[in-house]
């Protein structure tokens, strides 16, 4: 079954570049019921098909393969052009973590560099992620947690993908395209600022490391050009805000989207309105 997409449509969209939003590790396009949902990219969709832009957020397996997640971004890519009337038209994708490796590929190995115009990765693992090393080596072997979930028939290959070492091999065999712009944002937070589920994390990531947003370092996130490095954490990111901030607030990081846009725009890759 095809992985439905939401699409935001008007007549005035038609001549706006479609953005695609692809979600990360454990991520999701949209779940609720009615007008009670919870979104991935929380208020960033809204501003942006709030500008004219239509949106492709994409549902592909939470914790697959690369491979197998990048075939079904193609895949829902394709089918939302087709229906739009615009099999040719080109895209911008924000991807957010891991879906910068799943769009990466795509690109390079499925074919897509003619309908991507360019990729903006936010938080992504480019160079793989310390902490994945720390989970395949300690979860995954010392407690035989891999063979545990093969067991269940789960699919959790994506830890197995996001390690240094497979990182460093992806790398080296799918290049960027060479009609693609690449941009990378990366993030940086403090200990202290930091949720306490990413603690422990965030720990073993500065070891090895250095500074990171949790999760993911920020030498790892730069790709491309490196537009910024945002003062916030993995999640917050994507406007996923557990605990207050108090001092030097990053809040609401919408707006920082929607100056990436008008980059965009400004570089003649996207199509639109700047503000």
């Known amino acids: 079954m095809r992985p439905p997409p939401l699409l935001l449509l008007s007549s005035a969209h038609l001549a706006m570049t479609p953005i695609v939003l692809q979600h990360g590790l454990f991520g999701f396009s949209d779940i609720g019921v009615g007008k009670l949902k919870i979104t991935y990219f929380n208020r960033i969709d809204r501003a942006l098909a709030a500008r004219g832009h239509p949106l492709i957020i994409p549902r592909v397996h939470p914790t697959g393969t690369i491979a197998k997640r990048a075939a079904m971004l193609k895949r829902t890519i394709l089918n939302t052009l087709e229906e739009r009337g615009t099999p040719s038209e080109r895209v911008i994708i924000f991807a957010h ?110 070891e090895i490391e250095g500074d990171n947003d949790g999760i993911v370092a920020e030498r790892s996130a730069i790709w491309g050009e490196h537009l910024a490095t945002w003062p916030c954490d993995h999640l917050h990111a994507i406007n996923k805000r557990l605990l207050p901030e108090v001092h030097h607030k990053t809040g609401d990081v919408t707006p920082r989207y929607l100056r990436i846009v008008d980059r965009l725009i400004e570089d003649g890759l996207c199509l639109g309105t700047t503000r």
């Open 97 to 206: 973590s891991m879906g910068g490796l799943d769009a990466r590929y795509m690109i390079s190995r499925l074919g897509m560099e003619e309908r991507v115009a360019a990729l903006v990765t936010i938080c992504t693992p480019h160079r793989g992620s310390a902490y994945a090393d720390w989970c395949l080596q300690n979860l995954g072997r010392k407690l035989g947690g891999m063979k545990l979930v093969r067991m269940l028939g789960l699919d959790v290959r994506a830890i197995t993908d996001l390690t240094s070492e497979a990182c460093a091999r992806f790398n080296e065999k799918y290049p960027d395209a060479p009609g693609v712009k690449y941009f990378s944002i990366a993030a940086v937070r403090q200990w202290h600022r930091l949720p306490p589920y990413l603690l422990h994390s965030h720990r073993i990531v500065k």
